[in-house]
C-alpha cells in the first residue's frame, strides 16, 4: 500500500499571506495526485487533480505541483474562507484502492 | 445542482448490520461512477469501496471486503452500502461520493454524510 504523509500537521498563516503545504508518498505516483478541503462540519471539496489541475470553480490562488513522490499545494494569498483542513490523495494505483494523507489544517496565526 | 444526500446511518451493535443509502440528483446518475468513503470521528479520511456506473466493476478496501456490499439502481438515482459483522473501529461518517468522469479514483461531489456509530 502507498503512504501517503502530509507536512506540516498544522500550519498557522495570517490572512493574506502565503502558505504550502507538503504531501509525500511513500512510492512514485507519477502525477496521480489530488487535494481536497474540509471545512468544520463540511464534506470535503475537490481542489486539485492531476497534481496541478484545479478543479472547475477553483479560484487562481490555489495551485498544485510535483511529481513522483514529493507535491506542495500553495495558497497564495489566505482568505478567511480557507482556513480548513487540506487532504492529499494518490490515486496512481487505481483500481486496487486509493490512500489520503492524514491532513494539514491551516488555521489563523 | 448536484446533490448526494444520505441516510440509514445510526447506532449498531458489534456484529450488527446496517444498510446505507444515496439518493442522487441533479446529474445524470447511471454515468458516473461511485463511492462511499468514511471519516472516524476527529480522523481523516478513508476510500471505502467502489462502483462503476453500470455495476460492472466493484472494487473494496481491504479493511471492509468481504464484509460490506455496494450496490446501486440506476432507475431510482440511488447508492447503496450494505454492512455486515460491523466493528467498532467501523465508527465513522460515511460520504456518498461521485466519481470524476476525468478519472474515476477522484471524487468530484460529497454528500454531507451519514454517521454510524458501532458500540455496545
Known amino acids: 500500500e502507498i503512504v501517503m504523509t502530509q507536512s506540516p500537521a498544522t500550519l498557522s498563516v495570517s490572512p493574506g499571506e502565503r502558505a504550502t503545504l507538503s504531501c509525500r508518498a511513500s512510492?512514485?505516483?507519477?502525477?496521480?495526485l489530488a487535494w481536497y478541503q474540509q471545512k468544520p462540519g463540511q464534506a470535503p471539496r475537490l481542489l486539485i487533480y492531476?497534481?496541478?489541475t484545479r478543479a472547475t470553480g477553483i479560484p487562481a490562488r490555489f495551485s498544485g505541483s510535483g511529481s513522483g513522490t514529493e507535491f506542495t499545494l500553495t495558497i497564495s494569498s489566505l482568505q478567511s474562507e480557507d482556513f480548513a483542513v487540506y487532504y492529499c490523495q494518490q490515486y496512481n494505483n487505481w483500481p486496487r484502492g486509493i490512500t489520503f494523507g492524514p491532513g494539514t489544517k491551516v488555521d489563523i496565526k | 445542482e448536484v446533490q448526494l444526500v444520505e441516510s440509514g446511518g445510526g447506532l449498531v451493535q458489534p456484529g450488527g448490520s446496517l444498510r446505507l443509502s444515496c439518493a442522487a440528483s441533479g446529474f445524470t446518475f447511471s454515468s458516473y461512477s461511485m463511492n462511499w468513503v468514511r471519516q472516524a470521528p476527529g480522523k481523516g479520511l478513508e476510500w471505502v469501496s467502489y462502483?462503476?456506473?453500470?455495476?460492472?466493476?466493484?472494487y473494496y478496501a481491504d479493511s471492509v471486503k468481504g464484509r460490506f456490499t455496494i450496490s446501486r439502481d440506476n432507475a431510482k438515482n440511488s447508492l447503496y452500502l450494505q454492512m455486515n459483522s460491523l466493528r467498532a473501529e467501523d465508527t465513522a461518517v460515511y460520504y456518498c461520493?461521485?466519481?470524476?468522469?476525468?478519472?474515476?479514483?477522484?471524487?468530484?461531489?460529497w454528500g454531507q454524510g451519514t454517521l454510524v456509530t458501532v458500540s455496545s
Open positions: 492531476g497534481a496541478s
Open positions: 512510492q512514485s505516483v507519477s502525477s496521480n
Open positions: 462502483i462503476s456506473s453500470s455495476s460492472s466493476t466493484i
Open positions: 461520493a461521485r466519481g470524476a468522469v476525468v478519472v474515476a479514483a477522484i471524487v468530484d461531489y
